[in-house]
Protein backbone atom coordinates (compact mmCIF):
# COMPACT_ATOMS: atom_id res chain seq x y z
CA UNK A 1 0.00 0.00 0.00
CA UNK A 2 1.45 3.42 -1.15
CA UNK A 3 -1.14 5.85 0.69
CA UNK A 4 -4.00 5.35 2.78
CA UNK A 5 -7.55 6.77 2.13
CA UNK A 6 -8.68 10.12 2.81
CA UNK A 7 -11.50 12.23 2.41
CA UNK A 8 -14.84 10.53 2.16
CA UNK A 9 -13.32 7.54 1.38
CA UNK A 10 -12.09 7.24 4.64
CA UNK A 11 -14.74 8.54 6.78
CA UNK A 12 -17.11 6.31 5.17
CA UNK A 13 -15.08 3.55 4.09
CA UNK A 14 -17.71 0.58 5.52
CA UNK A 15 -20.83 1.81 3.39
CA UNK A 16 -18.43 2.37 0.50
CA UNK A 17 -17.35 -1.57 0.70
CA UNK A 18 -20.85 -3.01 2.22
CA UNK A 19 -19.83 -3.87 5.89
CA UNK A 20 -21.52 -1.38 7.44
CA UNK A 21 -24.38 -2.05 10.21
CA UNK A 22 -26.84 0.18 7.80
CA UNK A 23 -26.35 -2.20 5.58
CA UNK A 24 -27.19 -5.33 7.09
CA UNK A 25 -30.10 -5.96 5.69
CA UNK A 26 -28.70 -6.03 2.28
CA UNK A 27 -25.96 -8.54 3.16
CA UNK A 28 -28.52 -10.48 4.67
CA UNK A 29 -30.89 -10.90 1.10
CA UNK A 30 -27.22 -10.95 -0.76
CA UNK A 31 -26.71 -14.12 1.36
CA UNK A 32 -30.04 -15.47 0.93
CA UNK A 33 -30.27 -15.04 -3.04
CA UNK A 34 -26.44 -15.54 -3.49
CA UNK A 35 -26.12 -12.11 -5.01
CA UNK A 36 -22.68 -10.69 -5.29
CA UNK A 37 -22.49 -7.70 -1.98
CA UNK A 38 -21.86 -4.58 -3.33
CA UNK A 39 -20.88 -1.59 -1.47
CA UNK A 40 -23.33 1.48 -0.89
CA UNK A 41 -23.27 4.76 -3.10
CA UNK A 42 -22.83 8.08 -1.09
CA UNK A 43 -24.42 11.06 -2.27
CA UNK A 44 -23.18 14.15 -1.51
CA UNK A 45 -24.57 17.53 -1.06
CA UNK A 46 -22.10 19.52 -3.22
CA UNK A 47 -23.37 21.68 -5.79
CA UNK A 48 -22.05 21.32 -9.02
CA UNK A 49 -22.60 24.48 -10.34
CA UNK A 50 -21.35 25.99 -7.46
CA UNK A 51 -18.41 23.95 -6.81
CA UNK A 52 -17.31 24.70 -10.13
CA UNK A 53 -17.99 28.33 -9.73
CA UNK A 54 -15.67 28.18 -6.66
CA UNK A 55 -12.74 26.43 -8.62
CA UNK A 56 -13.34 28.33 -11.15
CA UNK A 57 -12.82 31.84 -9.65
CA UNK A 58 -10.30 31.25 -6.95
CA UNK A 59 -7.99 30.06 -9.91
CA UNK A 60 -4.83 29.57 -10.05
CA UNK A 61 -4.44 31.17 -6.61
CA UNK A 62 -3.55 29.53 -3.25
CA UNK A 63 -6.34 29.17 -0.37
CA UNK A 64 -9.98 27.47 -0.17
CA UNK A 65 -13.64 28.77 -1.13
CA UNK A 66 -16.83 27.12 1.29
CA UNK A 67 -20.14 27.47 0.83
CA UNK A 68 -23.25 25.98 2.77
CA UNK A 69 -27.13 26.19 2.83
CA UNK A 70 -27.83 28.49 5.83
CA UNK A 71 -30.96 26.67 6.31
CA UNK A 72 -29.97 23.71 6.12
CA UNK A 73 -26.27 23.28 7.02
CA UNK A 74 -25.73 20.86 3.43
CA UNK A 75 -22.05 22.27 2.27
CA UNK A 76 -22.89 22.85 -1.71
CA UNK A 77 -19.08 23.79 -2.30
CA UNK A 78 -15.82 23.08 -0.68
CA UNK A 79 -12.71 24.27 -2.79
CA UNK A 80 -9.25 24.08 -1.95
CA UNK A 81 -5.71 24.57 -3.60
CA UNK A 82 -3.29 23.55 -4.81
CA UNK A 83 -5.55 20.43 -5.16
CA UNK A 84 -4.34 17.13 -7.38
CA UNK A 85 -5.58 14.87 -9.83
CA UNK A 86 -6.22 11.44 -7.42
CA UNK A 87 -6.45 9.31 -10.91
CA UNK A 88 -2.74 9.66 -11.19
CA UNK A 89 -2.88 7.40 -8.00
CA UNK A 90 -5.62 4.93 -9.28
CA UNK A 91 -3.10 3.09 -11.70
CA UNK A 92 -2.24 -0.14 -11.93
CA UNK A 93 1.76 0.69 -12.02
CA UNK A 94 3.00 0.43 -8.42
CA UNK A 95 6.20 2.89 -9.67
CA UNK A 96 3.89 5.48 -11.10
CA UNK A 97 1.83 5.60 -8.32
CA UNK A 98 4.71 5.46 -5.71
CA UNK A 99 6.46 8.45 -7.93
CA UNK A 100 2.72 10.55 -8.02
CA UNK A 101 2.61 9.89 -4.61
CA UNK A 102 6.12 11.34 -3.11
CA UNK A 103 5.88 14.24 -5.25
CA UNK A 104 2.36 14.99 -3.98
CA UNK A 105 4.31 14.66 -0.21
CA UNK A 106 7.11 16.82 -1.68
CA UNK A 107 5.37 19.67 -2.84
CA UNK A 108 5.76 23.19 -1.25
CA UNK A 109 2.24 23.44 -1.97
CA UNK A 110 0.98 21.07 -0.24
CA UNK A 111 -1.85 19.76 -2.39
CA UNK A 112 -2.65 17.22 0.22
CA UNK A 113 -4.32 19.66 2.57
CA UNK A 114 -7.89 20.32 2.55
CA UNK A 115 -7.49 23.68 3.30
CA UNK A 116 -11.31 24.16 3.48
CA UNK A 117 -11.52 22.09 6.43
CA UNK A 118 -7.85 21.62 7.91
CA UNK A 119 -4.22 22.38 7.91
CA UNK A 120 -2.71 24.76 9.94
CA UNK A 121 -5.60 26.96 10.04
CA UNK A 122 -5.85 31.15 9.03
CA UNK A 123 -5.80 34.41 11.04
CA UNK A 124 -9.69 35.56 9.96
CA UNK A 125 -8.34 39.27 10.11
CA UNK A 126 -10.95 41.44 9.66
CA UNK A 127 -13.62 38.89 9.30
CA UNK A 128 -13.67 37.84 13.19
CA UNK A 129 -15.21 41.31 13.60
CA UNK A 130 -18.20 40.06 13.46
CA UNK A 131 -17.33 37.79 16.49
CA UNK A 132 -16.87 41.07 18.18
CA UNK A 133 -19.81 42.76 16.79
CA UNK A 134 -21.78 40.08 17.75
CA UNK A 135 -20.16 39.91 21.39
CA UNK A 136 -20.95 43.87 21.94
CA UNK A 137 -24.49 43.35 20.77
CA UNK A 138 -25.41 40.78 23.08
CA UNK A 139 -23.72 42.36 25.91
CA UNK A 140 -25.75 45.80 25.40
CA UNK A 141 -24.67 47.80 22.46
CA UNK A 142 -26.85 48.82 19.44
CA UNK A 143 -25.86 48.91 15.80
CA UNK A 144 -26.43 52.77 16.21
CA UNK A 145 -23.77 52.70 19.97
CA UNK A 146 -21.23 55.38 19.30
CA UNK A 147 -17.73 53.53 20.04
CA UNK A 148 -14.60 55.04 20.66
CA UNK A 149 -12.67 55.23 16.95
CA UNK A 150 -9.40 56.86 17.06
CA UNK A 151 -6.94 57.29 14.57
CA UNK A 152 -4.78 55.17 16.48
CA UNK A 153 -4.98 52.87 19.54
CA UNK A 154 -1.83 53.10 22.18
CA UNK A 155 -1.98 48.78 22.90
CA UNK A 156 -1.88 48.68 26.96
CA UNK A 157 1.44 48.25 28.04
CA UNK A 158 3.03 48.16 25.50
CA UNK A 159 5.05 51.28 23.40
CA UNK A 160 3.25 50.10 20.16
CA UNK A 161 0.43 51.86 18.49
CA UNK A 162 -2.11 49.86 16.20
CA UNK A 163 -3.57 51.95 13.21
CA UNK A 164 -6.45 51.75 10.69
CA UNK A 165 -5.85 50.54 7.11
CA UNK A 166 -3.41 52.71 5.29
CA UNK A 167 -3.37 55.04 8.97
CA UNK A 168 -6.54 56.58 7.80
CA UNK A 169 -8.87 58.29 10.53
CA UNK A 170 -12.51 56.25 10.89
CA UNK A 171 -13.77 59.29 11.84
CA UNK A 172 -13.39 63.19 12.19
CA UNK A 173 -14.92 63.43 15.57
CA UNK A 174 -12.65 59.95 16.83
CA UNK A 175 -16.14 58.27 17.58
CA UNK A 176 -18.28 56.35 15.13
CA UNK A 177 -21.59 53.95 15.42
CA UNK A 178 -20.97 50.43 15.64
CA UNK A 179 -22.41 49.82 12.27
CA UNK A 180 -19.81 52.69 10.44
CA UNK A 181 -17.31 50.83 12.27
CA UNK A 182 -17.77 47.65 10.74
CA UNK A 183 -18.83 48.92 7.52
CA UNK A 184 -15.28 50.86 6.87
CA UNK A 185 -13.95 47.80 9.25
CA UNK A 186 -12.15 50.27 11.73
CA UNK A 187 -8.96 48.29 13.52
CA UNK A 188 -9.15 50.83 16.30
CA UNK A 189 -12.79 50.59 17.11
CA UNK A 190 -13.27 47.34 16.87
CA UNK A 191 -9.71 46.85 19.19
CA UNK A 192 -11.17 49.05 21.79
CA UNK A 193 -14.53 46.94 21.53
CA UNK A 194 -12.38 44.17 22.81
CA UNK A 195 -10.72 45.95 25.44
CA UNK A 196 -14.06 47.04 26.86
CA UNK A 197 -15.75 43.35 26.91
CA UNK A 198 -12.95 41.56 27.98
CA UNK A 199 -11.05 38.40 26.81
CA UNK A 200 -13.63 36.18 28.41
CA UNK A 201 -16.79 37.83 26.64
CA UNK A 202 -14.78 37.47 23.05
CA UNK A 203 -14.05 33.98 23.57
CA UNK A 204 -17.18 32.74 25.63
CA UNK A 205 -18.87 34.30 21.66
CA UNK A 206 -16.24 32.70 19.74
CA UNK A 207 -16.99 29.56 21.45
CA UNK A 208 -20.86 29.83 20.95
CA UNK A 209 -20.16 29.66 17.37
CA UNK A 210 -17.92 26.54 17.23
CA UNK A 211 -14.58 27.46 18.16
CA UNK A 212 -12.61 25.04 20.32
CA UNK A 213 -15.27 22.66 19.51
CA UNK A 214 -14.42 18.90 17.79
CA UNK A 215 -16.87 19.02 14.61
CA UNK A 216 -16.91 16.27 11.97
CA UNK A 217 -18.72 16.76 8.29
CA UNK A 218 -17.81 13.20 8.11
CA UNK A 219 -14.14 14.48 7.84
CA UNK A 220 -12.70 15.85 10.81
CA UNK A 221 -12.37 19.73 10.91
CA UNK A 222 -9.43 21.35 12.59
CA UNK A 223 -10.84 23.37 15.54
CA UNK A 224 -10.54 27.00 15.13
CA UNK A 225 -9.23 28.74 18.07
CA UNK A 226 -9.20 31.99 20.04
CA UNK A 227 -6.13 32.05 22.69
CA UNK A 228 -6.29 30.75 26.12
CA UNK A 229 -5.01 33.59 28.21
CA UNK A 230 -4.47 36.68 26.18
CA UNK A 231 -3.16 39.85 28.15
CA UNK A 232 -5.08 43.04 27.12
CA UNK A 233 -2.79 43.97 24.08
CA UNK A 234 -3.55 40.66 22.86
CA UNK A 235 -7.03 40.89 24.00
CA UNK A 236 -7.17 44.33 21.51
CA UNK A 237 -5.25 42.17 18.52
CA UNK A 238 -7.54 39.51 19.13
CA UNK A 239 -10.73 41.37 18.35
CA UNK A 240 -9.76 42.17 15.01
CA UNK A 241 -8.57 38.48 14.36
CA UNK A 242 -5.05 38.88 14.97
CA UNK A 243 -2.78 37.74 17.60
CA UNK A 244 -2.99 33.97 17.67
CA UNK A 245 -6.56 33.51 16.84
CA UNK A 246 -6.98 31.12 14.35
CA UNK A 247 -9.97 29.45 11.71
CA UNK A 248 -10.73 27.15 9.23
CA UNK A 249 -12.77 28.72 6.15
CA UNK A 250 -15.65 26.58 7.30
CA UNK A 251 -15.99 28.25 10.54
CA UNK A 252 -15.85 31.65 9.13
CA UNK A 253 -18.77 30.06 6.73
CA UNK A 254 -20.74 29.11 9.57
CA UNK A 255 -20.55 32.59 11.62
CA UNK A 256 -22.15 34.05 8.35
CA UNK A 257 -24.63 31.39 8.25
CA UNK A 258 -25.82 31.53 11.45
CA UNK A 259 -26.33 35.53 11.28
CA UNK A 260 -28.18 34.88 7.95
CA UNK A 261 -30.23 32.11 9.98
CA UNK A 262 -31.52 34.39 12.60
CA UNK A 263 -29.16 33.52 15.42
CA UNK A 264 -29.89 29.69 14.06
CA UNK A 265 -26.61 27.77 13.94
CA UNK A 266 -26.85 24.45 11.67
CA UNK A 267 -24.58 21.61 11.85
CA UNK A 268 -22.66 21.22 8.64
CA UNK A 269 -22.67 18.03 6.95
CA UNK A 270 -21.18 17.01 3.42
CA UNK A 271 -23.09 13.66 2.52
CA UNK A 272 -26.85 13.60 1.65
CA UNK A 273 -27.68 10.16 1.56
CA UNK A 274 -26.69 6.51 1.32
CA UNK A 275 -28.01 3.96 -1.08
CA UNK A 276 -27.49 0.49 -0.95
CA UNK A 277 -27.10 -1.69 -4.66
CA UNK A 278 -30.51 -1.68 -5.70
CA UNK A 279 -30.99 1.96 -5.07
CA UNK A 280 -33.01 1.99 -1.88
CA UNK A 281 -32.12 4.86 0.79
CA UNK A 282 -30.08 3.35 3.62
CA UNK A 283 -29.26 6.78 5.59
CA UNK A 284 -30.64 10.22 5.01
CA UNK A 285 -29.31 12.40 6.65
CA UNK A 286 -31.75 15.18 8.52
CA UNK A 287 -30.99 18.82 9.06
CA UNK A 288 -29.87 19.38 13.00
CA UNK A 289 -29.16 22.50 14.49
CA UNK A 290 -26.10 22.84 16.26
CA UNK A 291 -26.42 26.09 18.71
CA UNK A 292 -28.34 29.71 18.78
CA UNK A 293 -25.08 31.59 19.41
CA UNK A 294 -26.62 34.98 19.28
CA UNK A 295 -30.62 35.88 19.63
CA UNK A 296 -32.65 37.10 16.45
CA UNK A 297 -32.25 40.63 17.40
CA UNK A 298 -28.52 40.71 16.96
CA UNK A 299 -28.40 38.35 14.12
CA UNK A 300 -31.22 41.03 12.28
CA UNK A 301 -28.58 44.10 13.49
CA UNK A 302 -25.32 42.23 11.94
CA UNK A 303 -27.24 40.99 8.89
CA UNK A 304 -27.68 45.02 8.15
CA UNK A 305 -24.49 46.03 9.35
CA UNK A 306 -23.20 43.76 6.78
CA UNK A 307 -25.62 44.72 4.13
CA UNK A 308 -24.12 48.17 4.89
CA UNK A 309 -20.38 46.62 4.33
CA UNK A 310 -21.32 45.22 0.50
CA UNK A 311 -23.59 47.88 0.06
CA UNK A 312 -21.53 51.13 0.79
CA UNK A 313 -18.24 50.25 2.30
CA UNK A 314 -15.44 47.55 1.56
CA UNK A 315 -16.87 44.82 0.16
CA UNK A 316 -18.14 46.90 -2.74
CA UNK A 317 -16.93 44.39 -5.60
CA UNK A 318 -19.55 41.96 -3.76
CA UNK A 319 -22.20 43.70 -4.91
CA UNK A 320 -24.93 41.51 -7.29
CA UNK A 321 -27.54 43.95 -9.79
CA UNK A 322 -31.06 42.80 -7.44
CA UNK A 323 -29.75 40.69 -4.83
CA UNK A 324 -29.01 42.12 -1.70
CA UNK A 325 -25.44 40.67 -0.28
CA UNK A 326 -24.37 41.01 3.52
CA UNK A 327 -20.39 40.77 3.67
CA UNK A 328 -17.57 41.13 5.04
CA UNK A 329 -14.20 41.37 4.43
CA UNK A 330 -10.88 40.78 6.24
CA UNK A 331 -7.09 41.45 5.56
CA UNK A 332 -5.30 39.05 7.76
CA UNK A 333 -1.21 40.08 8.51
CA UNK A 334 0.63 36.89 8.86
CA UNK A 335 4.73 37.70 8.97
CA UNK A 336 5.79 40.49 7.96
CA UNK A 337 7.82 38.96 5.35
CA UNK A 338 5.15 37.81 3.07
CA UNK A 339 1.74 39.37 2.17
CA UNK A 340 -1.48 39.27 4.38
CA UNK A 341 -4.30 36.96 3.28
CA UNK A 342 -7.35 38.33 2.08
CA UNK A 343 -10.72 36.93 3.31
CA UNK A 344 -13.99 37.61 2.57
CA UNK A 345 -17.60 35.52 4.29
CA UNK A 346 -21.24 36.63 2.98
CA UNK A 347 -24.73 35.36 2.32
CA UNK A 348 -27.20 36.09 -0.29
CA UNK A 349 -30.43 37.01 -0.32
CA UNK A 350 -29.90 39.39 2.58
CA UNK A 351 -33.29 38.73 4.05
CA UNK A 352 -33.94 35.30 3.42
CA UNK A 353 -30.14 33.52 2.64
CA UNK A 354 -29.89 30.69 0.76
CA UNK A 355 -26.02 30.59 0.51
CA UNK A 356 -23.12 31.60 2.62
CA UNK A 357 -19.72 31.66 1.51
CA UNK A 358 -16.45 32.05 2.91
CA UNK A 359 -13.41 32.71 0.89
CA UNK A 360 -9.54 33.02 1.63
CA UNK A 361 -7.08 33.93 -0.67
CA UNK A 362 -3.73 33.00 0.93
CA UNK A 363 -0.86 35.91 1.00
CA UNK A 364 -2.72 38.39 -1.54
CA UNK A 365 -2.53 35.81 -4.04
CA UNK A 366 -2.13 37.42 -7.81
CA UNK A 367 -2.04 40.50 -5.97
CA UNK A 368 0.41 40.18 -3.39
CA UNK A 369 1.10 42.81 -0.88
CA UNK A 370 -1.51 45.22 -2.62
CA UNK A 371 -4.44 42.71 -1.81
CA UNK A 372 -7.31 43.27 0.16
CA UNK A 373 -10.07 41.11 1.33
CA UNK A 374 -12.41 43.46 -0.88
CA UNK A 375 -10.28 43.41 -3.91
CA UNK A 376 -9.00 39.68 -4.21
CA UNK A 377 -11.49 37.33 -2.34
CA UNK A 378 -14.94 39.72 -2.49
CA UNK A 379 -15.48 38.77 -6.52
CA UNK A 380 -14.59 35.27 -5.83
CA UNK A 381 -17.71 34.99 -3.51
CA UNK A 382 -19.73 37.44 -5.82
CA UNK A 383 -19.10 34.04 -8.48
CA UNK A 384 -19.79 31.84 -5.92
CA UNK A 385 -23.36 33.36 -4.58
CA UNK A 386 -24.23 33.67 -8.15
CA UNK A 387 -23.85 30.27 -8.78
CA UNK A 388 -25.74 29.09 -6.15
CA UNK A 389 -28.41 31.37 -6.54
CA UNK A 390 -28.87 30.81 -10.35
CA UNK A 391 -28.84 26.10 -9.60
CA UNK A 392 -31.74 27.00 -7.21
CA UNK A 393 -29.91 25.65 -4.57
Not at 9 to 16: G, M, P, S
Not at 34 to 49: F, H, K, N, Y
Not at 52 to 60: R, S, V, Y
Given at each position: V?F????I????????N???????????????T????????????????V??????????Q??????????????????????????VL?????????????????????????????????????T??????????E??????S??????????????????NF??????????????????I?????????G???????????????????????P????????????????????????????????????????????????T?????????????VV??H????????????T????????????????G??????????A?????????D????????????????????????????G???????????A????????????????
Open positions: VGREGEKWLNTELGSADSLFYERLQDLVGRQTRGASVELTIDPAQQAAWDALGDRGAVVAMDPRTGAILAMVSKPSYDPNASHDFDAVRAAWDALLADEGDPLVNRAIAGDTYPPGSFKLVTAAAALNGLTSAEVAAPRTLRLPQTSRDLQGGAACSASGTTTLADALRSCNTAFAQLLDLGADRLRAQAEAFGFDSPLNVMKVTESRFPEEPDAAQTALSAIGQYEVRVTPLQMAMVAATIGNGGVQMPYLVQRVRSQDLTVEDPAELGRPISPSAQQLRDMMVGVVENGTRAARISGVGVGKTGTAQTTDVPPHAWFTAFAPAEAPRVAVAVVVEHGSMGSEATGGAVAPIARAVIQAALGSGS
